[in-house]
């Protein structure tokens, strides 16, 4: 079959992005959901200037997104609806330009300067590493921990599901967010203990959700850092989207750590997309690479940091959506 032509203009269009992104930031989706509302009440409403939001919302208009059924009068339709808040997909805070991810795209004016090799892109527009823009600023932590959650909601249950965890007394979540992960294997299986390790922010957002979730109990929720000593008292220790966010180095010395404190007898199971899905994999390691200057890995790659760390690659088990369990035991 000959490969779709490939739209150019369209590929490198800018203001699209930014329209859709602006009024996602705004919220001006949950503004007009239930009727349509006067762009001077939108503006008042976002905290917005009328005349700006009205060429803004204009435009979006002409490409199918919001109608306008009187002169300076806008209202929603099927696109603005999936800029709603509570619309289950969680396009508008993925898309929010206050939030961490929203926020992270806009590196990618730097794209060109990383490839050429000057500087890494998220330090370049924002002054500081990703990580420490969290550490700086309670509101993003919490965003990034909340589109973690939303991700995590359809990866977790299928990575419960697809393993066998209960061979495992404890189970150590490491930068494990809010633990979403942990809840679905600790309510699939009830003999399950579990452990979280994160920074600060997600530390506390963890004991919050596990405490909602009726676990709070069968997890020790532990405030740390991966390239610290981590505590020994689990038999498997899950990297569930941790690697990708770090170069080879900082991977190695993360798995290193899990190996250290799994010791002879446990597990280190790193959960990563795998190039099976290769428009995910290829988007997905352009973001790491711009966000934290990290990268997505094939198994090869993967092989060789476990192996750097002093572990080997066991088993793999693809789940859906491109991902895999890869589950690493100590290289005797
Ligand atoms: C991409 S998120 C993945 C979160 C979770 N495992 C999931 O799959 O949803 C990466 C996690 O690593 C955590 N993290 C970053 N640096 C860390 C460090 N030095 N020590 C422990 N956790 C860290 C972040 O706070 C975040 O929760």
Redesign the pocket.
């Known amino acids: 079959m000959a490969p779709e032509p490939v739209d150019i203009w369209a590929m490198a269009d800018l203001v699209k992005p930014f329209a859709v992104r602006t009024v996602a930031t705004l919220r001006v989706a949950d503004i007009v959901r239930d009727r349509p509302v006067a762009l001077e009440e939108i503006a008042k409403r976002s905290e917005a200037q009328a005349d700006p939001l009205g060429r803004l919302l204009r435009y979006l208009v002409q490409h199918g997104m919001f109608t306008e059924p009187e002169p300076d009068v806008f209202g929603p339709n099927a696109a603005s609806r999936e800029l709603e808040s509570d619309s289950p997909s969680g396009t508008r805070e993925w898309l929010d330009l206050d939030g961490a991810v929203g926020r992270a795209d806009l590196a990618f004016v730097e794209l060109i300067e990383q490839v050429r090799g000057h500087h890494p892109a998220y330090r370049a527009a924002f002054g500081r590493s990703f990580?420490e823009d969290?550490a700086h600023s309670a509101q993003l932590s919490d965003s990034?921990?909340d589109l973690?959650?939303t991700?995590?909601s359809t990866?977790a249950p299928v990575v419960a599901d697809e393993l066998d965890w209960d061979r495992f007394g404890r189970v150590a979540?490491?930068?494990?967010?809010k633990g979403?992960?942990i809840d679905a294997i600790l309510q699939r299986y009830p003999d399950v203990r579990g452990m979280v390790?994160?920074?600060a922010?997600?530390a506390l957002n963890a004991d919050e959700y596990l405490r909602s979730r009726g676990l709070r109990d069968r997890v020790e929720v532990v405030t740390?850092?991966?390239?610290d000593p981590l505590p020994d008292s689990a038999d498997a220790y899950v990297?569930?989207?941790?690697l990708?966010?770090w170069d080879d180095e900082d991977a190695i010395r993360i798995l290193a750590r899990c190996a250290e404190a799994a010791g002879a007898d446990g597990s280190v199971l790193i959960?990563e997309l795998l190039p099976g899905a290769p428009e995910a994999f290829t988007e997905m390691d352009l973001r790491m690479m711009i966000y934290v200057g990290g990268r997505m890995r094939d198994l090869d790659r993967t092989d060789r940091i476990a192996s750097a760390a002093g572990l080997f690659v066991a088993a793999v088990t693809r789940v859906s959506g491109g991902y895999g369990i890869i589950e690493c035991l100590p290289d005797r």
Do not use: N, Q
């Open positions: 990580w969290l990034f921990d973690m959650e991700k995590s990866l979540d490491i930068g494990g967010g979403v992960l390790v994160d920074l922010g997600p740390g850092s991966f390239f990297l569930s989207d941790v990708g966010d959960i």
